[in-house]
Every structure is written in structure tokens, then in C-alpha cells.
T-cell receptor
């Protein structure tokens, strides 16, 4: 069975600084996708970044980047130059490539506070 | 561009009453559609997904059902609500491709009293 673990229930960062959110996962499959979603207080789930497991290059979207370590099954999210609007719950998710499995396997989330 | 709508935004219902939540997607055709529930302080639980009109897969047996009467419409229903049905319900869509990144609607807050 696939699992996704976010070991940091809560984190905080000072505005303009950098923070890294951790995510580890477990799967026996070799082809899969990984995602980070952000859920602000409005509770709408917003895609932050995604990574295809077959790509060695880490994905980057503006101030957001990932450190994907396939062998270690680690997928951390780095937020640079943190802004007040980055305060939210952040969820890591895994989707297998193969078959008809439509499920995203979700972590329980990390609550990020941004201090002014 | 694609947009996804959910309504109502908030709903308070008595135990035993029926439920109908609606989700519609604009700007795409034949999307995959998903219903999730998120309990307070918890992650997301996939309830149903659909790959086409009339095609519904249930992930968790429970008091809820889903229907897809039109290509871009997905409805979550219950004949009799339970207290445990309270939560935040999110609808999502994705392209019918292998990647299938899911894009979420604004959600519905349901409180069953």
C-alpha cells in the first residue's frame, strides 16, 4: 500500500525568509507523480507544484521548488522569500502512473504560519 | 481557461434530511470528476470519481451516492444525513490523461445537526 507522511504538523517562518516542508512517501512502483497543494483559510485546494518521478530535475515554480530524492522517497517543498499570503495548510500527495487507479494518496498536511 | 463551481458554499441540515451538492466544470469536455471529504484537521478522503457520464466509482461505502447526469456536472447526494456526514466537501476535475493533475473547486461546508 502507498503512504504519504508529513512529519511536521505545524511550522512557522519569518516573512522574506525561506522554509522547507518535509514529505516522505512509500510505494513499490517506479512510475508516479508527486504534488504539493496549498489550502489557505478559504479552504480551496490550490496546486503549488508537481513532479514526475522519471524526471531527475527538481520542479520549480517561481518561489516554490522541490527537493526530490527518489531513492530516499523524499519530496520536500522549499518556499523562498516567504510572503504573508503563503500562510496555509500544505499537503503532499502521490499518484501512481499505472493502471486505472485514480486515487491521490494524501499526507495529513503541514500548517505554515508566516510571521510579519 | 477552465473553472469549477460548487454550490452551495455552506449548508446546515438536520439529521435525516436529504442532501444534494452540485459541482460543474466549464472550459473542458469529458473531464474526470472527483468528490472528496475533508474532516476538521484531517487530510482528504476520496469518496467518488467518474470518468464519464453515468460512470461512477465509489471508494468508501457509506451514506452517500454520486451521479453524473451530464458531462461536466457531478452531484453528491444522500437520502438521510448522519451527524458523521458533517465536513468540507471538495469537488475536483482533471484531464483524462495519465498525469491527471486534479484542480479543485471552492468547496462546500456541510454541518449536520
Amino acid at each position: 500500500a502507498q503512504t504519504v507522511t508529513q512529519s511536521q504538523p505545524e511550522m512557522s517562518v519569518q516573512e522574506a525568509e525561506t522554509v522547507t516542508l518535509s514529505c516522505t512517501y512509500d510505494t513499490s512502483e517506479s512510475d508516479y507523480y508527486l504534488f504539493w497543494y496549498k489550502q489557505p483559510p478559504s479552504r480551496q485546494m490550490i496546486l503549488v507544484i508537481r513532479q514526475e518521478a522519471y524526471k531527475q530535475q527538481n520542479a520549480t515554480e517561481n518561489r516554490f521548488s522541490v527537493n526530490f530524492q527518489k531513492a530516499a522517497k523524499s519530496f520536500s517543498l522549499k518556499i523562498s522569500d516567504s510572503q504573508l499570503g503563503d500562510a496555509a495548510m500544505y499537503f503532499c500527495a502521490l499518484k501512481l502512473y499505472a493502471g486505472n487507479n485514480r486515487k491521490l494518496i494524501w499526507g495529513l498536511g503541514t500548517s505554515l504560519a508566516v510571521n510579519p | 481557461s477552465q473553472t469549477i463551481h460548487q454550490w452551495p458554499a455552506t449548508l446546515v441540515q438536520p439529521v435525516g434530511s436529504p442532501l444534494s451538492l452540485e459541482c460543474t466544470v466549464e472550459g473542458t469536455s469529458n473531464p474526470n470528476l472527483y468528490w472528496y471529504r475533508q474532516a476538521a484537521g484531517r487530510g482528504l478522503q476520496l469518496l467518488f470519481y467518474s470518468v464519464g457520464i453515468g460512470q461512477i466509482s465509489s471508494e468508501v461505502p457509506q451514506n452517500l451516492s454520486a451521479s453524473r447526469p451530464q458531462d461536466r456536472q457531478f452531484i453528491l447526494s444522500s437520502k438521510k444525513l448522519l451527524l458523521s456526514d458533517s465536513g468540507f466537501y471538495l469537488c475536483a476535475w482533471s484531464w483524462t490523461s495519465i498525469l491527471e493533475t486534479q484542480y479543485f473547486g471552492p468547496g462546500t461546508r456541510l454541518l449536520v445537526l
